[in-house]
């Protein structure tokens, strides 16, 4: 290799050396720019994990009041359905001998829950109580609340068994297909209640 030769190649090593620290500059550069929207990145979603947090919480108790709510419109119901039987013992023109509220009961892996039951020698009244009643709490009366109440009270299994549906509101459509399936519909009206009876509308 010549003197000549020998300096052209130093010169073009130089060259690209400068054009390496300049690509360097610019790769440090451009992390460092890359760093700081990391750091940036990292304070914005540790404030929106916080705005998160505060925002679930507000939901939870939200969640909450509306269980709660829900809760003591039920409650309000069921006491205002049994206050109005309580007396008279009377339903759908049938006398009963006693009524009791809020009865749970277990047997053989079988669990649930009735709002009230009145009975007498012949008959149980089997009562739901709803706030708003919905289609899906007739469908559960019709099946399940009346299979369930078969087998954990087999002593009325003899009984007559009369399913009713006691609500503050009930769409016209629900409270048709109610009263199709034989299910007797008490629904307030005002102060007092309103006794709807199958094949009676």
Known sequence: ???DELKALVAGLAIAQDRTDE???RTDAQMLRTDEQIQRNAIAQKATDEQMKRTDEKLERIGIMVGNI???QGAVAEEFFFNSLK?????????YDFIDKSISRTSNG????????L???EDVAIVEVKYKAHEKDLDKLLTKKIDNFKKLFPAYKDYRHHLVLATFHLYNEVKERALQNNVIVLQRKGDVVESYLPGQQ
């Open 87 to 95: 007396d008279t013992q009377t339903l759908a023109g049938v006398h």
């Open 119 to 121: 009975v007498n020698g």
């Open 70 to 72: 829900s809760q003591n």
């Open 23 to 25: 690509q360097m500059q």
């Open 110 to 117: 079988v669990s649930d829950e009735y709002d009230m039951i």
């Open 1 to 3: 290799m010549t003197d």
